[in-house]
T-cell receptor, first 114, second 113 residues
């Protein structure tokens, strides 16, 4: 069974600085997707960034980038120039193309200090 | 364009009752998935429906059931509610069956007393 582990329950970052959120996963599949989702207090899960396992290049979306280490089964999220609006729960998730099932980690609470 | 809409946003039920939660996917999306998110945890997969057929089921008891309608909207039904069913129920829609991109609604907060 696939598992996703986020071992850091909380992190804090100073506004304008950079923070890295860690995630590891376990799977026997060779083709899969990895995601980072943001969940603010409004509860809606918002897709931050997506990585396809067959792509060696790390995904980037503006201030958000990932460090995807397939052999180590590691998928970390780097947030640059942190903003107050980045404060939220962040979930790492895994999925395959066979169905729409996403497996989520427990999440990490990110706070941003002004 | 409207995103994924869920109703109601909150509700309170008594143990033993039945509840129906509703989800309307993004226009053109044919896949709807349901997740349960207990406070302080990540969402857990309950069901996926694609083209009105069940395509995936998570590790939930038979008290949980769902269906998808011809317009691709979906209902999640839970019978004989338990206190442990209190959670945020999230609906996600995607264009096709795979998980290339899933869009979530704001969820229904269910409290069982």
């Amino acid at each position: 069974a696939q598992t996703v582990t986020q071992s850091q329950p909380e992190m804090s970052v100073q506004e304008a600085e950079t923070v890295t959120l860690s995630c590891t996963y376990d799977t026997s599949e060779s083709d899969y997707y990895l995601f980072w989702y943001k969940q603010p207090p409004s509860r809606q899960m918002i897709l931050v960034i997506r990585q396809e396992a067959y792509k060696q290049q790390n995904a980037t979306e503006n201030r958000f980038s990932v460090n995807f280490q397939k052999a180590a089964k590691s998928f970390s999220l780097k947030i640059s120039d942190s903003q107050l609006g980045d404060a939220a729960m962040y979930f790492c998730a895994y999925g395959t193309g066979a169905n729409s099932k996403l497996t989520f980690g427990k999440g990490i609470t990110l706070s941003v200090r002004p | 364009d409207a995103g994924v809409t869920q109703s109601p946003t909150h509700l309170i039920k008594t143990r033993g009752q039945h509840v129906t939660l509703r989800c309307s996917p993004i226009s053109g999306h044919k896949s709807v998935s349901w997740y349960q998110q207990v406070l302080g945890q990540g969402p857990q997969f309950i069901f996926q429906y694609y083209e009105k057929e069940e395509r995936g089921r998570g590790n939930f008891p038979d008290r949980f059931s769902a269906r998808q309608f011809p317009n691709y909207s979906s209902e999640l039904n839970v019978n004989a509610l338990l206190l442990g069913d209190s959670a945020l129920y999230l609906c996600a829609s995607s264009l096709v069956r795979g998980v290339a991109e899933a869009f979530f609604g704001q969820g229904t907060r269910l409290t069982v007393v």
